[in-house]
């Protein structure tokens, strides 16, 4: 089986990834176990989806197999498991439209004028597109000093930060700057955290200060922030603080974009599946958090089995002669 350019451009491929985080890239693996080539598209700029982009150095601890396992060694890990098989990657690609051609295979193009012809369709899109929700003040020194991310830690170090949020974020973050950061301060509306309580728990044992009842009520700087405004929204006390870095953690808008117009069956901004991952649409599956069936658990190693799942099931509507269960990767020779 091939995965070819033909004249006019179009990608043939047996199997189209769309989505490249854990579940995404686990179903290249599975692709090329099965002896099926695989094509990856993802609109992010690079590999892993939500691990790489928003907690890259934060360890992860359900993981089968590992005690503990950081983002960035995990989403490694999966594209060195996959890179024998030689997916190939259309990065910072969404999308865009699904229509099945006259021998109704599915043909997917992307915003970026890419068009993928495949055998069959697994969606990875975790939740979708995710957009940070703004900092209402300050929005101006986004990437001088504000940020919704923390890939690379370094870059804080010995700087006076403001982490603003009460979810599992906001804390992960605090406690990841805390030890290399001059100074760090958590600032939360309320005094009641979405966090676990053993985060709590760890990020006051780092020595950091957690500001309740308040808001950053503006960002004051010249080149980049050099101080944070912090109000007390009962009081309506303001006071400043020095702040070289401010980490906004407020969650996040999750899109499914055009995938909303493709004719799949959605509940709740997911999309419905069977126990064999396939969608309403012929030759589509799904796996992953984007997808939705009774009892579902959203999960990065449930995702994992589901991703499977998808591709052999795949493999079966590509070949009709294969079986569904690809044997014991114990009896293979890599």
């Known amino acids: 089986m091939s995965q070819l350019t033909d004249e006019t451009g179009v990608l043939s491929t047996d199997v189209l990834i769309i989505g490249a985080g854990p579940a995404g890239l686990y179903g290249a693996y599975y692709a090329g176990f099965r002896g099926l080539t695989v094509t990856v598209m993802d609109v992010l700029p690079q590999l892993g989806g939500q691990i790489s982009a928003m907690y890259p150095e934060k360890p992860i601890f359900d993981i089968a197999g590992f005690l503990s396992v950081r983002g960035r060694d995990l ?81 804080h170090a010995d700087r006076d930060v403001v982490v603003v949020g009460g979810g599992d974020s906001a804390f992960d973050w605090a406690a990841l700057l805390a030890p290399i950061a001059r100074s760090v301060t958590l600032v939360h509306r309320t005094a ?25 009520s503006r960002l004051i700087g010249t080149d ?6 912090i109000r007390h929204r009962i009081t309506k006390e303001t006071r400043r603080i020095p702040a070289g870095t401010v980490v906004t953690a407020l969650g996040f808008l999750a899109d499914l974009g055009p995938l909303q ?19 309403n649409l012929p030759r589509v599956f799904a ?48």
Do not use: C
């Open 261 to 279: 117009h493709w004719g799949l069956d959605l509940n709740a901004r997911k999309i419905t599946v069977d126990t064999r991952m396939a969608t």
């Open 224 to 229: 980049r922030v050099e101080q944070a405004e």
């Open 75 to 155: 989403v490694d890990g999966l594209i060195a498991q996959a890179e024998p098989y030689s997916p190939r990657f259309l990065l910072g690609h969404r999308a865009a439209e699904l229509t099945h051609g006259a021998d109704g295979l599915p043909v997917v193009r992307s915003d970026q004028g890419a068009t993928v012809r495949a055998r069959a369709v697994v969606i990875t899109g975790g939740v979708g597109t995710f957009t940070p929700r703004p900092l209402p003040a300050g929005e101006e020194f986004l990437g001088r000093g504000l940020a919704y991310f923390v890939p690379d830690p370094s870059v």
């Open 192 to 216: 009641r955290f979405r966090a676990h309580a053993a985060s709590v728990e760890k990020v006051l044992d780092l020595g950091v200060e957690i500001v309740t009842d308040s808001e950053v």
């Open 287 to 334: 796996a992953g958090d984007i997808t939705d069936y009774p009892g579902k658990i959203r999960l990065i190693s449930v995702g994992f089995g589901e991703a499977a799942t998808a591709v052999n099931n795949a493999a079966t509507v590509i070949d009709p002669e294969a079986a569904p269960f690809p044997g014991h990767s114990t009896e293979k020779e890599h």
